[in-house]
């Protein structure tokens, strides 16, 4: 029984998913490591004046209804109504077009209202350079919720590839070359690159759903055309299901919006100058976040794959495999978040001089800022897998409720540690572990209350946090030995390779991971038999 079910989860799409989300990000740190250096961290101020905006606009349109695209195409296709779920994906594609215009040519026409507001008019041209991305980038959610819901997480993958080598090629192009205006106009080349990247993904994407159409087509033809909900009772549920979804999504991001006004005004109250305040902010949401949120890339894949799995599984009224999943996915997250976390914290500084070294100045402040957003991404995987528990059995309000008042308590910490003189910028960092360790608490109190769930803490978080735990004194001591005699490069590789080796042969000498967990994917049958014989599963 174990066996079979664990052929049937979410962790196949989820280790695809994860290792395009790898290549994703670390395209991303080299786009943006590349980028601080050419324009450096003033240049970054603006560019990342206008990101926060624009991710809080795109998830109004590309974060909700991808899932629910997701969840009604599977639930369709878990009773065989395979032109239903095609006529799901053809409402769901006007829909989705819809936003894009809208949001694009409203970004694009209030982006010196912005800008005023921020405090920073240079920043209209980031803002404008951003607009194209908000068009295109919801009509490539689309495709990719539609092969979600499929259970196909190729297309998917390959067009998150595609999408980020083009950001990062035509951004970093258009900074040099547009530094001879101006740094403003730098920066905004450099925002240009999601609209690019969004471009060439739509176009993987498109190249990817006309080879697989012939199946779609095929399996139409086998189960009929019978019409059974009209096109607004299909939109209407698509909306009921995205907008609690959709809202919650966009929570956070404007919240981190909220950060670029209060933080520089918050920080001059101290008596931090504004050119100086501005670049504490780069350090904080240029230089740390973006390497704090690489780990999301294995957590966000576990969502991905998890609902339609679970809203599958609810939909066949198979709650013995729904709490499966949800301890599985539970699980899978903090293996993940934990030895991340760990990492972070014990390499902090060598990190940040590793990536910035022509910005060192910044990387005190930086590295404890990463420090304190390590603690939040162990909160934050832990409250996506349970997000994505109860979205798949229809309970999508609860994850906005919980994300709210987590949002709350992070607006009024940020504040307040804002104008400590000894926290200044961090204030915004503590928050932010505030906001997604309170809604990951109360997540877990809905999916133990509404699943009968009974989470296994051993299996979930004892044993990840014993590897964990081994692995953040075997970095920290290859690091301190390497570093010497070798330099800083050398000597954090050193300290990351070792660390990678130790927390592997902790997860199987505490048995985080089961031998069937292992033998379910093809390519690691011969790995899960070798170590059965080692005796390092069972």
Do not use: W
């Amino acid at each position: 029984m174990q066996e079979s079910k664990t052929k049937k989860t979410f962790v196949t799409g989820a280790l695809l998913l994860g290792a395009a989300g790898v290549i994703v990000k670390a395209i991303g740190l080299f786009f943006r490591v590349p980028l601080t250096n050419i324009i450096g961290t003033a240049g970054m101020g603006y560019y990342q004046m206008a990101y926060p905006i624009y991710a809080a606009i795109l998830a109004i349109s590309t974060s909700g209804l991808p899932t629910a695209i997701s969840r009604m195409i599977s639930e369709r296709r878990a009773v065989g109504k395979y032109y239903e779920a095609y006529r799901v994906f053809r409402v769901s594609f006007f829909v989705m077009l819809a936003l894009g215009v809208v949001t694009s040519v409203g970004l694009f026409v209030l982006a010196p209202m912005i800008a005023r507001m921020q405090e920073t008019p240079d920043a209209v041209y980031s803002h404008r350079a951003m607009a194209l991305a908000l068009l295109l980038c919801p009509i490539l959610s689309c495709y990719r919720g539609f092969f979600q819901g499929h259970r196909n997480m190729v297309p998917t993958a390959v067009s998150q590839v595609v999408e980020q080598v083009f950001r990062a090629v035509v951004g970093l192009s258009l900074a040099a070359v547009l530094l001879k205006i101006d740094l403003p106009h730098a920066a905004a080349g450099g925002n240009f690159g999601a609209s690019a990247g969004a471009l060439f993904g739509l176009i993987a994407v498109l190249f990817l759903f006309q080879k697989n159409k012939g199946k779609m087509l095929s399996e139409i033809r086998i189960s009929g055309k019978t019409i059974e909900q009209s096109t607004g009772g299909i939109a209407r549920e698509l909306i009921i299901i995205a907008l609690p979804i959709t809202i919650g999504a966009c929570i956070m991001p404007i919240v981190n919006g909220i950060d670029t006004l209060m933080v520089v005004d918050r920080l001059r109250t101290l008596g931090i100058a504004e050119d100086t305040a501005l670049e504490m902010f780069a350090e904080l949401s240029a230089m740390a976040l973006p390497i704090a949120n690489m780990p999301q890339i294995f957590t966000q894949a576990v969502v991905q794959s998890l609902v339609p799995v679970i809203s599958d599984a609810f939909k066949r009224d198979d709650m013995d495999f729904v709490r499966f999943n949800a301890n599985l996915g539970l699980r899978y997250a903090f293996l993940v978040a934990l030895p991340c976390a760990c990492g972070m914290a014990v390499l902090s500084r060598p990190v940040m001089q590793l990536f910035y070294p022509r910005n060192l100045a910044g990387v005190p402040n930086a590295a404890v800022c990463l420090c304190i957003y390590s603690v939040s991404l162990v909160c934050l995987a832990s409250n996506q897998a349970l997000s994505a528990v109860l979205q798949g059995i229809g309970k999508q309000n609860i994850p906005l409720r919980s994300l709210v008042i987590g949002a709350a308590a992070k607006v009024a910490v940020t504040y307040v540690l804002l104008g400590v003189s000894k926290v200044h910028v961090r204030g915004a960092a503590i928050g932010t572990v505030c906001a997604f360790g309170i809604a990951a608490i109360l997540n877990f109190r809905a999916v133990k209350r509404y699943t009968n769930t009974k989470f296994d803490i051993g299996a979930i978080l004892i044993k990840p946090a014993i590897a964990s735990a081994v692995m953040s004194g075997v970095v920290y001591l290859v690091y301190k030995l390497v570093h010497a005699h070798m330099g800083n490069t050398v000597s954090t590789f050193a300290a990351v390779l070792c660390g990678i080796i130790a927390y592997a042969l902790m997860i199987f000498i505490t048995r985080a991971i089961t031998a069937e967990e292992m033998s379910s994917l093809p390519k690691l049958k011969k790995v899960a038999a070798l170590l059965k014989k080692l005796h390092l599963l069972k």
